[in-house]
């Protein structure tokens, strides 16, 4: 891994490019939600809470300050500030990627270049902090301390997977709509809202299919398992982790992500949901499976809890939920 392309992107390079190629080719009119929500508004309205659909947002931080070494930073609202005691840089945040329950990094430019800043809000600890892979940046100018220069490239892949882009030479112009949006997964709709011609069936994929269609943002098994990383750092990647699984089947639908993940809406957050999601496969009367001869002899409720179990991802101030479903022994290391 080299810093010019960081953990964020590196693994989905060459097929992001080619899915945005085929975007910008036919996609000429852009819909929006509001186009979608006369004949499919249960969708539309719960789509519109989704942590998916706010992806990207205008930033609306509190006033806070951090120090990181020589530099001091403050950020109000779209204001960004970084002073070394003696020159302070003034700018202004156009973007704040991520909707701000895990954490939210900002976008800017200077000069007409685009940076990342250096410093993230992490709700986790209603704080800024040094955004998360930067640890091995060591800046000697204002300039590098704001953030780190991001080329046109890596702007479309920032983009390409916090909205729904309409342009791969522009990703930030007037096409721009924020957030993962209907058309960023169902396709170009023009022809569909003209005719209600049919879109590709997404509720048709295989397991593998979709864990491949969700992570075109969320990384597939291949792109972690060819380019890392490797140990904790890989608990975020879910299409990866629940590939490991000893529960995972490629063509069994019940352990695809849309059997635990209603794409249009926030994630459940009560674990007791999810109990039926397991009782789909581990249950005396489940058909198909191996898993009916593996029922718990330790609990009847809240099986994520135990065999999903919440770990720390370093530097994200967050705890991600391991889909690498498991028996979970004591002291056991990480498996990767
Ligand atoms: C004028 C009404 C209308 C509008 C506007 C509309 N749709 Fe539809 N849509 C339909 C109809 C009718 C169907 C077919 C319903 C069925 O067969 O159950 C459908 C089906 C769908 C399906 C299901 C496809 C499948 O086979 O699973 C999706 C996805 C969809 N629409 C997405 C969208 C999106 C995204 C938009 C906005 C860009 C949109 N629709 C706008 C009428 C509309
Ligand atoms: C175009 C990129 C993209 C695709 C495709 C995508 N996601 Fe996401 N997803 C994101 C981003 C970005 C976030 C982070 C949102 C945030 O925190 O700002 C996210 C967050 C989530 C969350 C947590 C947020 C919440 O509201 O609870 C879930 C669950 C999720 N995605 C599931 C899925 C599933 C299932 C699929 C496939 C059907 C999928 N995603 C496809 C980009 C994508
Ligand atoms: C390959 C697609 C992809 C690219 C490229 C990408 N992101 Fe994300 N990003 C995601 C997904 C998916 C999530 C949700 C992770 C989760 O919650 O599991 C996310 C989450 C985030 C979050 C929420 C906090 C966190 O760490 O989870 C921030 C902030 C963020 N991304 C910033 C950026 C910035 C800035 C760039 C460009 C420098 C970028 N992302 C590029 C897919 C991407
Ligand atoms: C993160 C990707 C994603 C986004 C964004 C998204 N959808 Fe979907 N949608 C899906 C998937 C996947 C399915 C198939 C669900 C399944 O597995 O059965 C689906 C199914 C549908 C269906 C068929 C009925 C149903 O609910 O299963 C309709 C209609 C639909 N979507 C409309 C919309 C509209 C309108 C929007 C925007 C407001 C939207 N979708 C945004 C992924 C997405
Ligand atoms: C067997 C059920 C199950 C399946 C299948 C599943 N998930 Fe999850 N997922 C969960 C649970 C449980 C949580 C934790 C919910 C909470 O926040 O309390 C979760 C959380 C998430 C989150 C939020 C961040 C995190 O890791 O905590 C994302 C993003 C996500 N899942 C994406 C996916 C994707 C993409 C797939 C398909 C590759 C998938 N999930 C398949 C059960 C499942
Ligand atoms: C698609 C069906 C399916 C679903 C859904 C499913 N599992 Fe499994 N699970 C299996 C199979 C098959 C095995 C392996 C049995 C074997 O080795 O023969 C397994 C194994 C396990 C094991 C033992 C793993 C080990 O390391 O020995 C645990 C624990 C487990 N599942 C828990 C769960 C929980 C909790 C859920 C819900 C979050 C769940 N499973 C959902 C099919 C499933
Ligand atoms: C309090 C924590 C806890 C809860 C809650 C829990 N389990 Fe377990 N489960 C365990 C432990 C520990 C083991 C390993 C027992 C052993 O050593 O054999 C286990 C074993 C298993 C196995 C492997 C059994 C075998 O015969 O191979 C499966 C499958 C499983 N659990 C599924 C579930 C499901 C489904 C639920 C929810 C209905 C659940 N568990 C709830 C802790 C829990």
Redesign the pocket.
């Known amino acids: 891994m080299t810093r010019s392309i960081p953990l964020r992107t590196f693994p989905v390079l060459l097929r992001l490019a080619l899915a945005l190629c085929t975007l910008s080719a036919t996609a000429a009119t852009a819909a929006t939600p509001s186009d979608c929500a006369p004949c499919h508004p249960a969708q539309t309205a719960a789509h519109a809470?989704?942590?998916?659909a706010?992806?990207?947002l205008s930033p609306r931080t509190p006033s806070l300050r951090k120090q990181l070494g020589p530099w001091s930073y403050e950020i109000t609202g779209s204001a960004y500030s970084v002073t070394d005691g003696k020159e302070t840089l003034r700018l202004n945040l156009p973007w704040a990627?991520?909707?701000?329950?895990?954490?939210?990094t900002f976008l800017f430019q200077r000069e007409s270049r685009w940076y990342e800043s250096r410093v993230s809000y992490f709700p986790g600890i209603h704080a800024l902090d040094l955004t998360l892979g930067m640890e091995d940046i060591k800046p000697t100018t204002l300039t590098e301390a704001a953030g780190r220069l991001i080329s046109p490239a890596e702007l479309t892949l920032c983009f390409?997977?916090?909205a729904?882009l309409h342009s791969k030479t522009d990703p930030t112009g007037p096409n721009l709509i924020p957030g993962?949006q209907c058309e960023?997964?169902h396709g170009d709709a023009a022809q569909h809202l003209a005719t209600q011609s049919p879109l590709r069936p997404?509720g048709k994929m295989t397991t593998e299919e979709?864990s491949d269609?969700?992570g075109?943002?969320?990384r597939t098994w291949s792109d972690i398992s060819l380019n890392g990383p490797r140990g904790i750092r890989n608990v975020r990647f879910?299409p990866y982790r629940i590939a490991t699984a000893r529960c995972y089947d490629p063509t069994d639908a019940r352990i695809r992500?849309?059997a635990c993940?209603e794409?249009h809406?926030?994630?459940e957050t009560s674990p007791q949901a999810y109990d039926a999601k397991c009782a789909a496969c581990h249950a005396r009367t489940a058909l198909g499976t191996t898993a009916s001869r593996h029922i718990c002899k330790i609990g009847t409720k809240n099986c994520v809890t135990c065999h999903m179990p919440n770990l720390e991802l370093p530097g994200a101030h967050k705890k991600f939920s391991d889909h690498r479903i498991r028996i979970v022994r004591a002291n056991a290391t990480y498996p990767d």
């Open positions: 809470q989704s942590g998916m706010r992806a990207l990627f991520g909707e701000g329950s895990t954490g939210q390409g997977c916090h729904t993962v960023r997964c997404l979709m269609f969700c075109q943002c969320h879910q992500c849309t993940h794409p809406h926030t994630r």
